[in-house]
């Protein structure tokens, strides 16, 4: 593991690792960027890469694969993960905004909703502008963010119910959700509660996610010399719409004259 430059803690609301694996198991969302690896070929960055589940399946069909996250309790277990499975993957603490990892890519993409950490047009920019000069001339860059009309956690500021899933117990745990939006700024603080249905133990965080109109993410990725080559509504790479989930982007770097 290499420390790009100190950090104080990363995210928080992320340092319990395992717990983050046990309530984000595989789902559509990997099945669509490991479909979308295989098209585009490596090497591949995974910038948030959390415990490089993802990564990992990508790095197991043989394609050169790295991984940055800003919480060092996440690379920490991504890199035991990928020494257990005997996988060659080059995994970085960093930020998404300041990374300089001195190579290129083919593929970059910021899965897990990830996106909605940057929390600024400034913190938008400053990505846009890494990636860039990260990225192979024919390269490629995949995100996605939230469409906030047709979120289905988060309505109401007290925590309610959104999802169970089991730990590595077996235990059934309840994943509760309440949020605060601010309009003004598209900024969301998610209050999320952990409850242990047999024990009743309970554990309690807060974060903070950023929603953006699909227009104006459009004229920042223009801004920094991107062309959208698809935009998806779905993880089947339905049409993007007013009551679809997500706004999935699949972007090149314009040409120049």
Same mark, same amino acid.
């Given at each position: 593991m290499?420390?790009?430059y100190p950090l104080d803690e990363g995210l928080p609301e992320y340092a319990n690792a395992r717990e983050y694996d046990e309530d984000n198991p595989w789902g559509p969302s990997d099945d669509f960027y490991l479909g979308l690896a295989r098209e585009v070929g490596g090497p591949v960055l995974d910038v948030g890469c959390g415990t490089g589940m993802l990564l990992r399946a990508i790095a197991a069909d043989g394609a050169a694969c790295a991984g940055l996250d800003v919480t060092p309790e996440m690379i920490e277990r991504a890199e035991q993960l990928s020494n257990e499975a005997g996988l060659n993957i080059d995994w970085t603490v960093g930020d998404a905004r300041t990374m300089a990892l001195g190579r290129?890519?083919?593929? +970059?993409?910021? &899965?897990g909703h990830a996106f909605q950490h940057l929390l600024t047009d400034d913190d938008m920019r400053a990505f846009f502008e890494r990636v860039k000069e990260h990225l192979s001339d024919d390269g490629v860059l995949a995100f996605e963010t939230r469409n906030y009309a047709a979120k289905t956690f988060g309505g109401s500021e007290e925590p309610t119910l959104w999802k169970t899933v089991e730990d590595d117990e077996g235990r059934a745990v309840d994943l509760l959700i309440g949020a605060i939006y601010d309009p003004n700024t598209g900024v969301e603080q998610l209050i999320e509660e952990r409850v +242990?249905?047999? &024990?009743?133990?309970?554990?309690?965080?807060t974060s903070n996610l950023r929603y953006i109109?699909?227009?104006?993410?459009?004229?920042?990725l223009a801004e920094h010399g991107f062309e959208i080559t698809h935009q998806y509504g779905d993880w089947q790479r339905g049409p993007l719409g007013t009551d679809q989930p997500e706004v999935i982007s699949v972007c090149r770097l314009a040409s120049t004259p």
């Open positions: 290499r420390t790009q290129s890519f083919r593929f +970059i993409y910021m &899965t +242990i249905r047999t &024990t009743g133990a309970r554990t309690r965080a109109a699909v227009d104006e993410l459009n004229a920042l």
